[in-house]
């Protein structure tokens, strides 16, 4: 495929890693923001080849995986009406609540399907009048438009039997919360091309300067993973704190004023639960006064519901990159892509599932 | 996240200059363009849950990527043997 | 609704109480089952087989069952006719047996189309047909509506094995070459690309097709040198083997840049963010061969049609038992695991 | 309601357009459905026999496939489990062979409590080592809520048959003796029974059992002269006599009085407005016998537990090809069809 | 079982049949109006052993056969809405409307089940409460009963999800039409033992008397049968007519007034068309004011449908006993169980179906 | 029409008087005895559609029966030989 088939050229990445080899004269520690390069770093053997030196960090850029368990006992107990058709994308469907995943729900009869686009969704209230649609819409930046879209759409049809239940997130206040944790050991970033895209860079500008620390806008291919690296890396040896673009094939620094603009329309600004993290201040999205008919949450009434973590799992601080999966004392026994105990374990783009499905060995001693 | 696929735009629905049809290599699906009106028949977009967000600037892709295969190592990969 | 009555009783946390999707999607959930359910019912203990060889007098008879509930029921490239009955010529073939008969049972729902049910038969006749194995006996079954999904049709068969020959699951050796007989993961995403919930539009077309001839050429060339033989469907060559190299207790890599698919194969691979390894096929074959037989059975392949694409991708190790590892583009390594559950597009 | 699409368009007069239930049922739609879509699509002509026979070498097998849908899925007497394990077995004595292994091909519903599976597992493994005969292959498919009821079973047999053995339906003769191995219409009665949405209570037990070797015993005492043998399963004894005869070219003709129903079922018979000769039966057969072998068969068969209550109920005859009569209770006949479509209780 | 296998004695058969031939000195036409006795005469051949000079003509008694085109319409109309659940019982399913049966509309998806009782009907409603329940209400006065208490237990549980499409139909207007018929050849009936289990004999009494015909209330076995039929005989070679009562142990003059008064709470007579007869005066019955809400005919408002009957099909001659179904040029040919031009090839009591199931042959010539 | 079978009420509801259990044969089924408030436990009734529409009287039974194997041509049948 263009634009991805000579991304992956591997003479070129042997080269990549060579250059960034001979760059890299003190060690660094890196963060990829996004579970999407997560995924391509683990699944290519990435981080396995770079320079001693370099170490990835693996961010919170997994939408599915900081959803908070709240929400997701909330779509449990909406899926589980006899009257609500739940759709989402497939991966949420694997996310455990408190007392189950939506896959659960489904072999129990309730009405789960996974779509493709959020307007397919729309499509389905408007076949099906008689049932309430209720779209689950997770996703950061990148994904939040394509939601308001189909809220638009809604709204345009006049459809009753269509909302929404949203956990938008949004990837600058995470970085921040990252970088002001005590613990932090993050000298750089990644930043999550797609969500650039939509939003341009103009907000990392003033975190690259208050921090100090390198932000590299980056693709999702090796050949981009690697070039971005090697990107951060030089900023670092150099001692720069830029907001540099690696991704100018998609990215440019204002970003898509279009879906900005649909996005405006439709959400505004929330604090947020992060799953594994906290609440981190106007870090998400809810549905604008003018939309608030579409707001599932109060359409079936879902209270705050009793949420309970499994005591074992450290996946907030695998979230915030100060601890790698192989620590924790449940991943690979009690915890599997089977059995997931946390969200991580869940998506194949989750820190933990990666590891994992990479045959990543655990560090804890046997006991 | 944010699984996002470089297409091309091969179709542009006549009423709804929103509806594009994106083609990956053979495989095509309706695209919603609302949010590239820039994008013409032909252009690359980078799809993302059936909405393009964003146009590929040919130019820009052509020049960066000369940039990267000319970073000093590159070059070397490519004429290296294989490990 | 009553089918929602259950929930109402607290909602067990762990999920292994009832059957999920996911346990019939050819990984480890279905593993589960088969080994803490299935299995131990029966009483036995088994490594998994395509196909079970059973002895009368001195005749080897290989006799293999599956079911086919594919949807939508016409995709590119078959049906669920040809399907059913390829299905089953290759899991005899895979045990390298010589498919004689074939039975075939229909479930099907009040108030199909008969139209239908005549498209699929005269499908499942040509199939039979074009393969040189008779439909002789079956059975049919009306549930009423809602108690399947239009058609489901069960085909076993049986076919005979010729003294000596006996590739097994669990004869993978180190230092046996895997050789694919044509490009993966296509059956899978035709499927997929049909269902108009996706939306997707391509001309993937699934390899739906009998292989016995080819494995008859295979075992003619090379005969015991042949290992082991699968067919790698539902979880695709991920799971296929892993399931050799347990059964077999040695580790396989595999060489992610030798392994063959096609343009728009990948191309809706990327789109659905899912792994051609995870994929189904249903006209190809994993062979694990002997390495001094590998090119002359490798040659012989790609003589027949269905094997002229055939290639080597990886090679059997005696690593740690059951460990697949894959040789990735950019020249690292990592483990290839089964598929978990149902494979779900990844969208987001 | 999407399942209700279909109605907007133009609904056809005559209902031959799509499958119905009682299609299914055994009976005259079932046989229709055979002749008219099935078996021409299959390219095949034929006679309805409950197994082939496919010859390997010199060895004769006997080969034979069910689908069992049964709801509900537990019931007096016996399971799903079980039920598919005999009636397959039995399909398979029918043609004078003795089963060796069986396949097993589970298609669930998405959310069946792994307990049932279980169950029903434990089940089959008891009813296969009850009989001798093992399961030694098998298949899983899931599909999603809806697509099927819950668990249906569809297992094949193998079995192998002694040379000059050949009882076969096409081999009834006139004089031949109808002998029917132990009472009738328990199976069905039972599942109907065991429906709580008709509110029956009642001790009625599924005769579930396998049989082949109350065949072995009655080919052991007679040999060829065993002509014909069925296990009257959907469309009961009527349906069975009526294929023998047609396929035979043959009349019988059948004692009502001296067929064997025990009093509970005759009961629930009378309630529900069904006549015992077309429900299902899943442990009896009916043989046709020479005349002159028919008593020491008799007395064969009653000395096995399965054949205790065996008797003789009629007598094939040179009338009408296909034509099976009843002699009343008063003394007149009347003509025996088969089912014509599903048994629907008749209560008004 | 007690009262019903001593009325099975094939040695009393023969004694009641030698008595009847000694009894017959002339040809008698004797009607059985109720199709369960039809269903006895034919399964048991009785017919065939009868006297030479006794006939047994079959009457409009199968209460599937005489339900109006008109009305098998509407409920296949009703029971194609996504919203209904249509009860009723099983042989009423198989019953060709225009355009097919309820079994086609089941097989297109509609939700039609059989209900062993009009109250599982009831209990169906109080279960799905979300969805419409039409219980399809056929019968004589025997079933009535049982309908008019499904009708009152609906009304007392407030059951706004219950309704009954009513195609009752009464017996002695029918034998007053048969008889009134200027082609008329019956000399005698056999009134149905259930019928006046409920309403009793007194409304045959004028009827025995003006038309000058015996009556005999007769049960359902051979013997019931038999022996009704050697009253009839007796009274027919003795000039009485009189209205005699066979089935004593079950049937009382005045009948049973409980369940005549609670007919007589839910319905009203009304002039009812008899599918192959025509409109019969007051033979019907139809729901009273005071329970029209549970009318599934003003529920869902089917107005008059476009009805066709099969042009071949010589039903009403049937029903009316002036033609055997062997007569009928479509019997066994185009029209057989499996593809019933006319109701009365659908039921087992139909008199076509009982005749097909016999195996009589057709004695149209082959043109 | 209008099949009906007897069977004797081998319990009635406590708390109900108008719901029984009626036995055929070992067969039971739950019947609504609103129509028969005469019917005691151990009485035969008729049984139509889930309702008993008339109590067996036993006495009548007895009787007619007696008549019916008077009539002059049964005892011959009974006793004569079978055709
Ligand atoms: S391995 Fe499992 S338990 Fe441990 S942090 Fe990851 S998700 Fe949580
Ligand atoms: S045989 Fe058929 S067509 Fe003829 S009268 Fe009877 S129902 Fe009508
Ligand atoms: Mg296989
Ligand atoms: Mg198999
Ligand atoms: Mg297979
Ligand atoms: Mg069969
Ligand atoms: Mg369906
Ligand atoms: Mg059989
Ligand atoms: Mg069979
Ligand atoms: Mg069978
Ligand atoms: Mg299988
Ligand atoms: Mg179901």
Known sequence: MKYLDEYRDPALARGLLAELTATATRPWAIMEVCGGQTHTLVRQGIDELLPAGIRMIHGPGCPVCVTPLATVDKAVAIAARPDVVLASYGDMLRVPGTTGDLLGVRARGGDVRVVYTPLDAVRVAEREPGRQVVFFAVGFETTAPANAMAVLRADELGLDNFSVLVSHVLVPPAITAVLDAPDNRVQAFLAAGHVCAVMGFTEYEPIAERYHVPVVVTGFEPLDLLEGILMATRQLEEGRAEVENQYVRAVSRTGNTAAQSAMRRVFRLTDRDWRGIGTIPTSGLALTERFAAFDAETRFAVGDLDTREDPDCVAGAVLRGVRLPTSCPAYGTRCTPRTPLGAPMVSTEGTCAAFYQAGRKSTVEER | ?83 | MSTLDALTCPVPHNETERVLLGHGSGGQLMAELLRDVITPALGGSGVLEDAAVVSVGSTQIVFSTDGFVVTPRFFPGGDIGSLAVNGTINDIAMRGADPVALSLAYLLEEGLPVAELRRITTSVAAAAGAAGVPVVTGDTKVVERGGVDGVYVTTTGIGVRAPGVDPSATRCRPGDVVLVSGPIAAHGMAVLSAREDLGFDSGIRSDSRPLHRLVCTMLHTAGAAVHALRDPTRGGVASALNELAEASGVSVELDETALPVARQVAAACEILGVDPLHVANEGCLIAMVAPESADRVLAAMRRRPEGAAACAVGRVGDGPAGRVTVRTLVGSTRVLDMLVGEQLPRIC
Chains 1, 5 share one sequence.
Do not use: K, N
């Open chain 2, 1 to 83: 996240m944010c699984l996002g696929v470089p297409g091309r735009i091969v179709a542009i629905d006549a009423d709804d200059p929103w509806l594009g049809t994106v083609d990956f290599d053979g495989v095509r699906r309706p695209v919603c363009l609302a949010y590239t009106p820039e994008a013409r028949l032909g252009d690359h977009v980078i799809v993302h849950v059936g909405f393009a967000i964003s146009r590929v600037d040919e130019e820009e892709a052509a020049r960066t990527f000369a940039v990267l295969r000319a970073i000093p190592g590159a070059l070397a990969g490519e004429l290296g043997p294989e490990r």
